[in-house]
């Protein structure tokens, strides 16, 4: 994981002018929005931040730094929010049976003791996650699909061991097989 810790997360994207004060609207892209409070500092690249201040999430408008002017405001329309995952588990909050997706990432999934693959990423398709699973060699072989899809839901996701990189899924198998 320690390639991971240098790796950022896209959290939120600056969008156009809002009036005459330089407030900015905020399109968040993240499923934590307490995050986003005044003073809150988050990377626009590798090194240079900035800092949000009057923040109104019900209206999805902020400031950033000590900008009050449209003008310079629009120098950063379009700039993207970043957070580090070491940030990202310091401010955001997660309930029990909850994941970060960059934890997911890399675990292998299992059914009845078989590897079926190793997590590529997830994928939110409506309301429903899915794990987007890289088909690990020995079954590519036998024929299955490079990639497939399982949704993290019940009754497919069974276990979730983070510690160890495993997750059980049930019905996985039936799922690759139809891919």
Not at 36 to 53: E, M, P, Q, Y
Not at 130 to 135: A, D, P, R
């Amino acid at each position: 994981m320690s390639n991971r810790s240098n790796k950022l997360l896209h959290i939120a994207t600056l969008g156009k002018t809002v009036g005459i004060r330089g407030d900015m609207k905020l399109h968040i892209q993240s499923d934590f929005p307490e995050q986003f409070v005044d003073g809150a500092s988050f990377l626009i690249n590798k090194k240079d931040r900035i800092t949000l201040r009057d923040v109104n999430l019900d209206r999805g408008i902020v400031k950033i730094n000590e900008i009050d002017n449209p003008e310079d405001a629009k120098k950063f329309t379009n700039t993207k929010l970043f957070a580090t995952y070491e940030e990202t588990r310091k401010n955001c909050h997660l309930q029990e049976g909850e994941y970060f997706w960059f934890d997911l990432e890399d675990c292998e999934v299992y059914e009845a003791q078989k590897l079926l693959g190793k997590v590529y990423e997830l994928e939110r398709l409506n309301a429903t996650n899915y794990l987007v699973i890289n088909t690990s060699d020995a079954l590519v072989k036998e024929g299955y699909a490079k990639r497939f899809l399982i949704p993290f839901v019940q009754p497919f996701k069974q276990s979730v061991d983070i510690e160890n990189k495993k997750i059980i899924v049930d019905g996985g198998l039936d799922i690759l097989e139809a891919s």
